[in-house]
């Protein structure tokens, strides 16, 4: 008989306990050897990367960067005498995996894209919050100084970014999505070279920073969480959508240089490194309330300016948004984050969940509406995307972060 461990706090209440039972594979415990394989992956970084950003420091200012990019569009064969380091980076990179198959990861994105605006409250609410209990990954968020004092903008350059990478078509190789997975790797890069220099960096207690626990964590977020909590707002989707979706983020995370035995390649998969996750590495601190408290700050400044409509807009932002994510983290977590507790706003993205199922159970009767509701979606997406570039002049190379770290 084997030997499994009790659930994480994670999954014993709240919307990951009901997802678990709803749409969960069933058991997916895991045991004392499986966390102990799973922990090894906290000392591990990418070396290919890394190499790359000691490049970039090596060679005169801007140099290796032009020549990054350069690579991006046209592939290593672009650049004139690159250095070894790019090479063996972008080698690797450009042998794509056998099991990526680009029919599914259009169908994975066509599924992320009909779920237009609605889509990005989970990658807020869930995603990003629920990210926050990952105590020793927010060390390194903290450390930049970014994320508390500007988690507005890194709520929008994120989710700016994962519009990118889940718009059908972008991930092929010289495509936005594409690009921007990489660049992101690069950003981790830089983030982990920064770290490391720091005196104060407790490797005991941080483990290695940005490793390959915290990357397949952004990872899971991005998929499984993403498809849990659009399920829990009344998305439906079909066994198909959800392994495209699955199959869509297994390249992602393979571009954004995650092990490739920590890539999921089955939503089941998914489920089991989602425990192991939830089990070592959701540890709520301090830092925890700190940036759950900035991004708080983050939605109460959409009414900011707009007289008395402005103050209900950002007390109904704040409340909603709590209420989402209180929802889906339970009440031990969400207290411990010190989100608002509004029974209120809770009953009301109950409700609208429900019509949410009953409109998504229409559509899947009706020819035709997939497809409208796709195009819908889009359309949602990419007139999100230009109104925050109006007002936030978005950087899609990430250049302002690597100069952060």
Request: hydrophobic share 45%; glycine share 8%; net charge neutral.
């Amino acid at each position: 008989m084997i030997d499994r461990l009790p659930d994480p706090e994670l999954f014993r209440q709240g919307g990951f306990k009901l997802a678990a039972r709803l749409f969960g594979p069933g058991d997916i415990r895991g045991t004392e050897e499986q966390v102990r394989r799973f922990r090894e992956y906290a000392q591990a970084e990418d070396g290919l990367a890394d190499e790359v950003v000691a490049m970039f420091h090596r060679l005169p200012k801007g140099q290796g960067r032009a020549l990054f990019e350069r690579a991006l569009t046209g592939g290593i064969a672009a650049v004139d005498d690159p250095p070894r380091e790019l090479v063996e980076f972008f080698r690797a990179v450009e042998a794509t995996p056998y099991w990526v198959d680009y029919d599914r990861l259009d169908r994975g994105a066509r599924a992320i894209t009909r779920t237009g605006v609605l889509g990005l409250f989970p990658l807020g609410d869930m995603s990003l919050m629920g990210g926050y209990l990952a105590s020793r990954a927010t060390k390194s968020l903290v450390a930049t100084g970014e994320i508390e004092h500007m988690a507005g903008r890194r709520l929008v350059e994120t989710a700016a970014w994962w519009i990118e990478v889940t718009t059908p078509g972008k991930l092929r190789p010289g495509e936005s999505g594409y690009a921007a997975a990489l660049r992101v790797r690069l950003v981790h890069a830089y983030v982990r070279a920064a770290m490391n220099r720091r005196d104060d960096w407790d490797y005991a207690a941080w483990d290695r920073p940005v490793n390959q626990v915290q990357t397949t964590g952004t990872l899971l977020l991005f998929s499984l969480v993403f498809v849990l909590g659009t399920q829990l707002l009344g998305i439906r989707y079909s066994a198909r959508e959800r392994a495209d979706i699955i199959h869509l983020w297994r390249y992602a995370g393979w571009l954004l240089g995650v092990d490739e035995e920590l890539l999921p390649a089955t939503e089941e998969d998914a489920w089991r490194l989602l425990w192991l996750l939830a089990a070592t590495e959701f540890i709520p601190d301090e830092d925890s309330k700190r940036l759950a408290k900035a991004l708080l700050v983050s939605h109460e400044q959409v009414g900011s300016g707009r007289g008395a409509a402005g103050r209900v807009l950002s007390h109904l932002s704040v409340r909603v948004h709590s209420s989402i994510s209180r929802l889906v983290l339970g009440k031990t977590n969400a207290d411990f984050l010190e989100l608002p507790d509004d029974p209120i706003a809770q009953g009301a993205v109950v409700t609208a969940a429900a019509l949410n199922y009953a409109a998504e159970t229409v559509r899947q009767y009706i020819p035709g509406a997939t497809l409208l509701r796709e195009v819908v979606g889009g359309l949602e997406r990419r007139r999100y995307l230009d109104q925050l570039s109006r007002i936030f002049q978005l950087d899609p190379t990430y250049a302002r972060h690597m100069r952060a770290a």
